[in-house]
């Protein structure tokens, strides 16, 4: 990346649709609605040949006090500190406001190179606004369509220099906010198999979910060690789900902030519906999801069904239980916690239960060894010649039910996949084996092969029948074989 682009202006002047443009994908969240983007979202951004790092950020509002609206217009003051370019947006349709001119002036003082862009100037409605920008004195504005991709060229004229310039200083710290994991790597069974650690090239992939006002903006904001997400009382603060790049204890890792998750009955708005589906996608992303509950109230009927979402979608799971600090009587907390956990969640029975202060950074290296213990048990592949002598005990423990009288044989197990661990048992009448039994087994592996807490994926199959001769046309009958026939008849 040659250099940082920061997107800003007030509230709804089509920021995001210019941000989601420049990166290609839908990844920030846009509604007709004001005030939408309240994080500051990061993304690689493509224009012609030119590679730069683009920041989206909250609508710029005439707040300068504690409340949500002086917190958000702040984080955005602190973009505007990080970038190497701000692209000032208003709404030509609307025309300049008082806002608008409050913030130019704040811009022409913080930031070096700041380029006036007249949004939505498609059609003559609009000529009247490009005009009053004018009067801003930050130069010609650029007319642009961030929705239908007017003004692109004239833009890129305007970066190509810029570009040049910074070039030199070229640093790669745009995180990469789109990544597929990669689930169907093949194995060779002779080879010693290691667990691929994370490298600055593909980090560890971390979703922190959770209900709402659970503290997962304040926690990231602890590991990073800086106010990088905005955080606050209310609940509900964060909308889109933010990735972030970074190095915790020396492992590479991208952290995938959500927004918090209500019960399905009270998310009525569209923008809830949004934020909830981008929490979810975040969840698919990751290697690892930390489920993140408040101690004054967990495992509430909410909690279990966002780590049910991630067992299901087979994400390493690991349950961090915050603002530890006000507990007053912890061991009995903590006990009443873990036999919560086991009645509640028996699908991730053994899955490390930390508890940690997002406020005061507590419990945070515990967390850290959890993530990192539950990805290299996610990722953990078992030989079959072990796998097999395992499954001999388990038969001879305890064999299989015989349903309807008919007997099951298993004969033979293997693993077909890491990411979660996923392994094949071959044996007769598969569709007669009982859940029961292949809880069982599966609670074997977890306990044997020391894989606690992960998705363990566990599929019969039969063999079919080993006749060498079944489904062959049958011989035509020799002459002799006519001949006594006959006689017979």
Known sequence: MSFTLAIVGRPNVGKSTLFNRLVGKKLALVDDQPGVTRDLREGEAKLGDLRFTVIDTAGLEDATDN????????????????????????????????????????????????????????????EAGVLEAYGLGLGEPLRLSGEHGEGMPDLYSVLMPLAEKYEAEATDTGPIVDVDVDEDDDWDEEEDYEVPMPTADKPLQVAVIGRPNAGKSTLINKILGEDRLLTGPEAGITRDAISLRLEWNDVPMRIFDTAGMRKKAKVQEKLEKLSVSDGLRAVKFAEVVVVLLDAAIPFEQQDLRIAD???????????????????????????????????????LRGAPLITVSAKTGRGLDRLNAAIIRAYQVWNRRIPTAALNRWLTGMLEQHPPPAPQGKRIKMRYMTQAKT?????????????????????????????????????????????GDKNPYKGRKKAPPSKLRKHLEGRRG
């Open 67 to 126: 409340s949500l609206e002086g917190r958000m217009r702040r984080l955005t003051e602190r973009a505007v500190d990080m970038a190497d370019i701000c692209l000032f947006m208003v709404d030509a349709r609307a025309g300049i406001t008082p806002t608008d001119e409050i913030f130019a002036d704040i811009l022409r003082r913080k930031s070096a190179h700041v380029i006036l862009a007249a949004n939505k100037a498609e059609g003559n409605a609009a």
């Open 309 to 347: 979402l991630a067992e299901r979608e087979g994400r390493a799971v690991v349950v961090a239980v915050n603002k530890w600090d006000v507990e007053e009587d912890k061991q009995d907390k903590l006990k009443a916690l873990k036999e919560s956990f086991e009645r509640l969640l028996p699908q």
């Open 419 to 463: 990411r979660p661990p996923g392994f094949v048992v071959m044996c007769s009448h598969p569709d007669k084996v009982p859940a029961a039994y292949s809880r069982y087994l599966v609670n074997g592996l977890r306990q044997d092969f020391e894989m606690p807490g992960t998705p363990i994926r566990l599929t019969l199959r039969g063999q």
